[in-house]
């Protein structure tokens, strides 16, 4: 797997989702906290519920360690929360894209996890056409542990996951992945709506971006789950 020279931005609902920068913009904010206390700010505020100033304090920790987390993941290329209600806990939704390998009916299996056994039966698998990116397959399913050293809640954790082949050339993921089975479904309707609002756009770093990394690892494994799992082993951030 490789990084495409393409990339995707989101046209998404931003009273639901909170993008999660992998790098703070020096013009916005000075710092991390300061990004961090002005969307914590934003969203109390927005939600016309009443809070006082540690309900603020505590989003702010927990909008610096989802961003701590998604940023340190090669995987991820584009991080967002789903935040519908400051008072739930939020789900973290990766974007990646990748240069197109293989057969695209086999690619997106891959993405998906559809072909992998789950702990309460086979995935549910449904095709998944949108306008920008074309046809593709969701997935929702408790899948099997993936690592042997995996915790409770990991094992049981439930994956929803898209995937699309753009043009040929272009490979997008959509992945998200709780413990708590009905936050999952329940985002259902608003992942759904931000899957639609992905398309593909040239990358702003320019053209070859990708062609400049220097160290590759190749991985053998029978889907795309198993790929994030043995990224974090050997990373060491597992």
């Known amino acids: 797997m490789s990084m495409s020279t393409r990339w995707a931005e989101v046209d998404c609902d931003f009273g639901v989702w909170l993008l999660l920068p992998r790098e703070i913009p020096p013009d916005l904010w000075p710092d991390d906290l300061s990004w961090a206390m002005d969307q914590a700010q934003a969203v109390w505020d927005d939600s ?13 920790t927990l909008l610096l360690n989802y961003r701590s987390f998604m940023a340190g993941r090669a995987w991820s290329h584009m991080a967002y929360l789903h935040m519908p209600d400051p008072r739930m806990e939020p789900l973290a939704a990766s974007v990646s894209v990748w240069r197109a390998q293989g057969e695209r009916d086999d ?3 891959f993405y998906t996890g559809a072909d992998l056994p789950g702990t309460d039966g086979p ?16 997935a929702m399913s408790r899948p099997a542990t993936l690592r042997p050293s995996a915790d409770a809640e990991e094992a049981s954790a439930t994956v929803l ?3 699309w082949r753009v043009e040929d050339d272009t490979d997008v993921s959509l992945f998200l992945l709780s413990p708590d089975a009905a936050r999952l479904r329940e ?12 398309r593909v756009v040239p990358d702003p770093e320019g053209e070859g971006a990708a062609d400049e990394e220097e160290d590759e690892v190749l991985i053998e494994a029978p ?8 990224m974090e082993e050997l990373t060491g951030e597992g």
């Open 48 to 60: 016309g519920l009443r809070h006082r100033r540690r309900d603020v304090k505590n989003l702010v």
């Open 123 to 138: 995935p549910e698998v449904a095709e998944f056409p949108t306008e920008h990116l074309g046809a593709g397959l969701r």
């Open 107 to 109: 690619a997106l299996r």
């Open 187 to 198: 985002a259902v309707p608003d992942v759904d709506a931000f899957a639609r609002g992905i």
């Open 223 to 230: 889907s795309y789950l198993h790929v994030l799992d043995r």
């Open 161 to 163: 996951s898209y995937a």
